[in-house]
C-alpha cells in the first residue's frame, strides 16, 4: 500500500503492507485528516478489514481480495473505473462514491448491509448483486455531478433499502443528476424520496429518474422541501406499500407505474402526474393509463389525456384536491371514491362499481354508471358555463342519495340549453336504473335536472327508504325535476308504501312526482311474516307489512289490521310464522287459524 500522497501520518496501531504479506488484515484506526490512498490489492491471500475512515483513490480490479467495512467509512474513486471482485462485506460501515468513473461489484457478497451509500459522481454497479443500504444520498450539496445507481449483471439484483433517497440538487445542471437503473426493494414501512437543500430542477431535467422496479412490503413518500422538485418512475413498480406525494412532482413515465394496490394521497401543493412532458431529459413523453388502490389528499392529479382507475383495494377515501387534464377517470372496488374538491378534468368517468360521491364539483366530465356502480353526492354534475361534460348516463347503475340525511343532486347539465340531454336513464335491455331516495316526515331526497332528462326503453326504478322513526306525511313530493324530459321507458316504483301510506306517481312536464295517500284499516287481513315478527311492524319494498288482503299474499294492506280486522295466519305463500312471538296484545274479531280455537269476536288477545 503506497503512502499517502500528502504526506499525512496513519496512527498508531495501523500497520499493513500493500501486497498482504504481512498477513495484517485490519486498519483500525481513522486515518490522518487528508490523507488520500492509492490501494491495489495484489495477494489472494487476505483482505481488508476497515473500522476506521478511508479512501481508495486510486483505480484498478482487485482480484478475490475480502473487503469488510465494519464500521468504517470508505470512499471509492477518482478517475479510474474500479472492481470489487472479492466478497465485500460490513455491518455498519457506509460507502462514498465519488468520480465520474464506475464502480463495480463483482462477487457473491452483498455490499455493506446495514451502512449508508452516497453517490458523488460516476456509477455505482452492483452487477447482479443485492446490496443493503440504510440510507441512498445523491450528491451533498457541495458535490452535485451526474451520478447513476445501475446493474449490468447477467442475473439482475436488488438495491435493499432501509432508509431514504436524498437527493442534494443543484438548479444548474441541464441533464439529471440521478438516474437509478437498478431494481430497489423496500423494507416495511415508509421510505422517504426528498431533497433536503431545497434545490429543483430546471426546465430541461428531473432531479431522479427510477427506471429499475421498486418492489418490496415498503412504500414510497416523496418529499422534499421545495414543491419543484421532480422525480419519475420509469418502470412498472410492484411495492406494496403506499404512495405518498407531499411536495413537488411525481411523473409517471410508463403505464402502471405505481402499482395497482397502493393507495395513493396527494398533499396540498403536490403533484401526480400522468402525463410526462416532452421538456424533460430520460423519460419518453406521453400520457400513461395507471390503476391504484385509491386516491386521497388534497394535491392535484394530472391525468394528461391518460384514464386513471381508482378503488383496487376496497376502502373509502375522499380527494379534495383537483383532478385536471383531457384524460378520464374509472372507478372500480366496493368503496366509496368521494371527490370533494372543483375537478376540471374533461374525459369519461367510468363508475364499475363502489360508489363515486360528488359533494364538490365536475364540470366537465360525462359520468357513465354501469351496473354494480353508483354515482351520489349532493356537488355539482357539469356546468353551465361549459360546453362540455355535464351528462350522466346512469345505465344499469344508481343514483343513490342514501346517506342518512335528506339531500338534493344537481346535474347542471352544459351551457348548450334545456334541450339538451344531461341525465339519462335506463340501460340496456332489461338493465334499468335505479335511483334511491331517503324520506323524512315531510320531505324527501331528490334529483334536479337543470336541463333535459331521457328515460329509456329499460326505465328507472326509485327506490324509497325512510329515515329511521320518520313515516311521510301524506302529499305530494317532487322526486326527480327537469327543464324538459323524454319518455321512451317510464319511472316505477320499488315500493308501494310505508307506514299506512300508499305510494304512487305522477308525472309532469317538468317533474316525476311521489304521491302520498293514507291507507285505511283493511277488513280481511293474511299474516306473511316477510317484514319481520312483529304484529305491528312496517318495512319497506316487497314487504311494507307482514299482512296482505287475499291468502296467496300478492297485494299488501299498506295497513296493520285494527279492532275490525278479520286477520288469518294461514297463506298460500309459503310463510306461516305461527310460531312467532308477536310482541304486544292485540284486539281483532277473526280466527286466528282455520283448526285454532276462535276467539271471542271483541277484545281477542293474540301472543
Same mark, same amino acid.
Given at each position: ?36 490512498? @492509492?490501494?491495489?490489492?495484489?495477494? #489472494? ?20 481480495? $475480502? ?19 472479492? *466478497? ?9 462514491? *465519488? ?16 451502512? $449508508? ?5 460516476? /456509477? ?58 437498478? #431494481? ?12 433536503? @437543500? ?35 418512475? *420509469? ?42 412532458? !416532452? ?38 377515501? @375522499? ?6 387534464? &383531457? ?94 340531454? /344531461? ?15 331517503? &324520506? ?72 316525476? @312526482? ?34 296482505? /288482503?287475499?291468502?296467496?299474499? /300478492? ?32 284486539? !281483532? ?19
Amino acid at each position: 500500500m503506497d503512502q499517502p500522497r500528502d504526506g499525512g501520518e496513519r496512527r498508531e496501531g495501523c500497520a499493513h503492507n500493500g501486497d498482504g504479506s504481512d498477513g495484517g488484515r485490519e486498519l483500525p484506526g481513522r486515518w490522518h485528516t487528508g490523507a488520500t490512498w @492509492n490501494a491495489t490489492f495484489t495477494n #489472494a491471500n487476505y483482505g481488508v478489514t476497515i473500522n476506521g475512515d478511508f479512501t481508495f483513490a486510486g483505480g484498478g480490479t482487485t482480484t478475490a481480495h $475480502d473487503l469488510n467495512l465494519g464500521t468504517g467509512a470508505v470512499t471509492v474513486g477518482d478517475t479510474t473505473s474500479t472492481t470489487f471482485s472479492g *466478497n465485500t462485506t460490513g455491518t455498519g460501515g457506509s460507502l462514498v462514491k *465519488n468520480g465520474a468513473v464506475t464502480l463495480s461489484l463483482n462477487s457473491s457478497a452483498a455490499f455493506p448491509t446495514s451502512g $449508508d451509500l452516497t453517490m458523488l459522481g460516476g /456509477t455505482f454497479d452492483i452487477h447482479g448483486q443485492s446490496p443493503t443500504s440504510g440510507n441512498i444520498t445523491f450528491g451533498d450539496g457541495t458535490v452535485t455531478a451526474q451520478t447513476t445507481l445501475a446493474d449490468s449483471g447477467t442475473v439482475k439484483g436488488a438495491f435493499n433499502l432501509n432508509g431514504t433517497i436524498s437527493y442534494y440538487g443543484t438548479s444548474a445542471r441541464t441533464f439529471p443528476a440521478s438516474i437509478v437503473n437498478t #431494481a430497489i426493494v423496500l423494507s416495511p414501512g415508509i421510505h422517504l424520496i426528498a431533497n433536503p @437543500n431545497g434545490f429543483y430542477s430546471p426546465a430541461a431535467s428531473y432531479d431522479i429518474i427510477f427506471n429499475g422496479v421498486i418492489r418490496g412490503s415498503g412504500g414510497i413518500s416523496k418529499d422534499g422541501v421545495n414543491t419543484l422538485f421532480w422525480i419519475a418512475f *420509469n418502470a412498472q413498480n410492484i411495492y406494496t406499500g403506499p404512495t405518498n406525494i407531499t411536495a413537488g412532482k411525481l411523473f409517471l413515465g410508463v403505464a402502471n407505474a405505481i402499482p395497482s394496490g397502493s393507495a395513493v394521497n396527494v398533499s396540498a401543493g403536490a403533484t401526480l402526474s400522468l402525463n410526462a412532458p !416532452t421538456t424533460k431529459v430520460g423519460v419518453t413523453a406521453g400520457n400513461y393509463a395507471q390503476s391504484v388502490g385509491s386516491i386521497s389528499g388534497a394535491g392535484t392529479i394530472d391525468l394528461g389525456s391518460a384514464t386513471l382507475t381508482t378503488g383496487n383495494d376496497n376502502t373509502s377515501t @375522499n380527494f379534495s384536491g383537483t383532478l385536471i387534464g &383531457t384524460g378520464g377517470l374509472t372507478k372500480v372496488g366496493a368503496g366509496t371514491q368521494t371527490l370533494s374538491g372543483a375537478n376540471t378534468y374533461t374525459g369519461a368517468t367510468t363508475v364499475n362499481a363502489g360508489v363515486l360521491l360528488i359533494t364538490g364539483s365536475v364540470s366537465g366530465t360525462t359520468i357513465t354508471v354501469n351496473s354494480g356502480g353508483s354515482v351520489a353526492g349532493s356537488g355539482a354534475f357539469g356546468s353551465s358555463s361549459s360546453a362540455t361534460g355535464g351528462v350522466v348516463n346512469v345505465g344499469g347503475g344508481s343514483l343513490n342519495l342514501v346517506d342518512g340525511a335528506i339531500n338534493t343532486l344537481t346535474v347542471t347539465g352544459n351551457s348548450s340549453g334545456a334541450g339538451t340531454v /344531461t341525465l339519462i336513464l335506463g340501460g340496456a335491455a332489461g338493465a334499468s336504473s335505479a335511483i334511491n331516495l331517503e &324520506t323524512g316526515a315531510s320531505s324527501t331526497d331528490k334529483v334536479v335536472v337543470l336541463q333535459k332528462a331521457q328515460v329509456n326503453a329499460s326505465g328507472a326504478v326509485i327506490n324509497l327508504t325512510p329515515l329511521a322513526g320518520t313515516v311521510l306525511a301524506a302529499g305530494t313530493y317532487p322526486l326527480v325535476t327537469f327543464a324538459s324530459d323524454t319518455l321512451t321507458g317510464a319511472y316505477s316504483l320499488g315500493t308501494a308504501g310505508y307506514g299506512g301510506f300508499a305510494y304512487t306517481l305522477s308525472h309532469t312536464a317538468t317533474a316525476e @312526482n311521489l304521491v302520498v295517500t293514507a291507507v285505511t284499516t283493511p277488513a280481511v287481513a293474511y299474516w306473511n311474516g316477510g317484514a319481520g315478527a312483529q304484529w305491528n311492524t312496517f318495512g319497506t319494498g316487497a314487504n311494507p307489512t307482514n299482512w296482505f /288482503t287475499t291468502a296467496g299474499a /300478492t297485494t299488501n294492506t299498506l295497513q296493520i289490521p285494527g279492532a275490525t280486522t278479520d286477520v288469518s295466519f294461514t297463506t298460500t305463500s309459503g310463510a306461516t310464522n305461527l310460531t312467532n312471538t308477536l310482541g304486544a296484545d292485540f284486539s !281483532t274479531r277473526a280466527s286466528i287459524s282455520p283448526r285454532a280455537v276462535r276467539p271471542r269476536r271483541s277484545a281477542a288477545r293474540i301472543r
